[in-house]
Nanobody, 120 residues
């Protein structure tokens, strides 16, 4: 059974930090593009960050410079370090994995999501 399980969400004040983790099981994702989507009420789901098999990374313009994505293939885990958080970062964050080695936008696997709330 393939599973992605997110953790690390919570409530923080603006300017604070959170670290999200996504633990994958059921298969190796070393060759997959992995990363994070988020969705806020009334807004479309968007890609936040992605990390490829080569460890190259991509970020949404809204988070570039504040968020850092990384992966540990030995642990089958992907992380999202979120710094300088803003109220507009409030959303449910979803871990995702795509068999496509360079693109995350059509994931093959999804986590259940973790709530991130940034208070002003």
């Amino acid at each position: 059974q393939v599973q992605l399980v997110e953790s690390g969400g919570g409530l923080v004040q603006a300017g604070g930090s959170l670290r999200l983790s996504c633990a994958a099981s059921g298969r190796s994702f070393s060759g997959y593009t992995m990363g994070w989507f988020r969705q806020a009420p009334g807004k479309e789901r968007e890609v936040v960050a992605a990390v490829r098999w080569s460890s190259s990374t991509s970020y949404a313009d809204s988070v570039r410079g504040r968020f850092t994505i990384s992966r540990d293939n030995a642990k089958n885990t992907v992380y999202l370090q979120m710094n300088s958080l803003k109220p507009e970062d409030t959303a449910v964050y979803y871990c995702a994995a795509a068999q496509n080695p360079v693109r995350l936008h059509e994931p093959d696997y999804w986590g259940q999501g973790t709530q991130v709330t940034v208070s002003s």
